[in-house]
C-alpha cells in the first residue's frame, strides 16, 4: 500500500466516522479532452508553474499565452516542455483559463485524448461561482441563502461524480454548472454563500446529507421521487408536498407546439415506430400532482407508451418544460402540448421558495418545507 492510498484510506476511515471535515477544497473539471487551452494571471503578470516533481517557476507573461498538448504526458508553454500535472497559480490567487478566471488553483493532467484542466478550489469560493447560474438575479436575499445552502450540499453529496476522470465535479448541467470567477462578483451572492457558510441539508435522524434535487417551477405541488424518476428509491424528504407558491412565475403554463413530421422523426430516433403521422397522445396514467407517469402515442400504424420524463427528454427538457401536461392537441401539420411548471418537479420549487423569503420566512423553514425530515446542520 502506497502511502498515498493509505493517506487516503485513513482519511476515509475519519470522515466515515465524523461525517464532516474542516474545509472542503474540491477539484472541478473545466474542460476535458483538450489539445490547447490559453492560461493567464489576472492582476499581476506573474505566472506562478509548479512542475510534477514540485520545482516552482515564475514566469512574466504580459497577456495569456498557449499551452499545447505534446504526445506522451507533456505539454509546451512559451518553447518550454513540462511533464503532467502541472499547477497554474497566481500571486493573487486567480489564475485566467480560455478567457475565465478561476479562485485557487489550476491543475493539468493528461486524460485519455489530451488534456484535462481542474480547478482546486474551496467548496465556498466554488460557490460564487454557481449560485449566480443557478437562479435569477432579482430573487431575494434569502432565496440567495437557500440556493447556497441546497447548491453546497449537493456539490458535498456528489464528489464522486467523475472520480474516473481525475475531479470531483464537472462545470456544466450534469453536476453543477460553475463558471469561476464573473468579472464583478455579484455582491449580493457572495454576501450569500459567506452568511451561510458550512451549511448543509442533512438528515434528521442519521445527520447524513440528503439529496438536494431543484427545478424551477412544480406548477402547483412537488412530486414523490418514485413517481417520476425510474429506479428512484423512495426517500422521505423527497415526497411530494404542496407549492402554491409558484403562480408568480413566467412558467405558470406555456404551450410547445412541435410539427408532425419533427415528432416522427424523434420518436424514430429513439426506437419507437407509430407509421408516419400521430392520430392520438393520450395520458394513461398520472402522478397524484397531475404528472404525466404514462403516455400513449397512437399513430397511423400502430401505437406506443412510453414514460412521461421520456417523452420530455425526447423533446427537450426546455421544450416540454415538465410532465405537468394539461392538454395535447394533435393536428393534421403538428401537435401542440399545453403544461405548467418548468422542471422535474422533485425536491424544492424554486420560485416557489423565493415567493415564501418574500413572505418573510427564513431558510431553514423554506427548505425543511420542500425538503421535510431535514435540518440545517454547520459543517465548518
Ligand atoms: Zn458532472
Ligand atoms: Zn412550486
Known sequence: MSIQVLLIF??????QHYGFCDSYEIRVGIATDVQRFQVGSDGKEKLIIKTSKN????ITIKKPVTVSYVKQGKIKL?????????????????????????????????????????NIIDIERYLYGVVPYEISQNWTDEMLEV???????????????????????????????????SKTIHTRVKKAVDSTEGLVVVDEDTNKLVQTYYHAACGGGTENVIDVWSGGLEKK????????????????????????SK?????????????????????????????????????????????????????????????????????????????????????????????????????????????PHTRIYKIH
Not at 520545482?55 to 515564475?58: D, E, Q, S
Not at 475531479?167 to 463558471?179: I, N, R
Request: hydrophobic letters at 35%; charged letters at 25%.
Open 263 to 371: 415528432f416522427v422523426k424523434l420518436l424514430a430516433e429513439n426506437n419507437i415506430f407509430v407509421g408516419k403521422t400521430v392520430k392520438k397522445i393520450k395520458v394513461l396514467k398520472t402522478t397524484k400532482k397531475g404528472r404525466a407517469k404514462e403516455v400513449e402515442v397512437v399513430g397511423d400504424t400502430s401505437s406506443a407508451v412510453l414514460r412521461g420524463e421520456d417523452l420530455r427528454r425526447m423533446i427537450g427538457y426546455n421544450n416540454l418544460r415538465s410532465t405537468k401536461i394539461k392538454n395535447i392537441e394533435v393536428n393534421k401539420e403538428s401537435i401542440v402540448f399545453y403544461g405548467k411548471g418548468w422542471g422535474h418537479g422533485v425536491g424544492l420549487c424554486q420560485w416557489g421558495a423565493n415567493y415564501l423569503a418574500q413572505k418573510g420566512y427564513k431558510f431553514d423553514t423554506i427548505i425543511k418545507h420542500y425538503y
Open 78 to 118: 512559451l518553447e518550454e516542455i513540462y511533464y503532467l500535472p502541472v499547477k497554474f497559480t497566481s500571486e493573487e490567487g486567480k489564475i485566467q483559463v480560455n478567457n475565465r478566471i478561476y479562485p485557487g488553483e489550476i491543475e493539468v493532467i493528461l486524460s485519455t485524448k489530451g488534456v484535462t484542466i481542474v
Open 237 to 260: 424528504h423527497l415526497i411530494g408536498v404542496n407549492c402554491n407558491f409558484c403562480d408568480s412565475s413566467p412558467y405558470r403554463s406555456w404551450r410547445y407546439e412541435i410539427s408532425q
Open 147 to 181: 440556493q447556497s445552502i441546497i447548491a453546497r450540499t449537493y456539490a458535498l453529496l456528489n464528489l464522486n461524480r467523475h472520480q474516473g476522470e481525475g475531479f470531483d465535479l464537472c462545470a456544466e448541467v450534469h453536476c453543477q454548472v460553475y463558471k469561476g470567477y
Open 10 to 15: 485513513l482519511l476515509n476511515i475519519l470522515t
Open 55 to 58: 520545482k516552482i517557476k515564475t
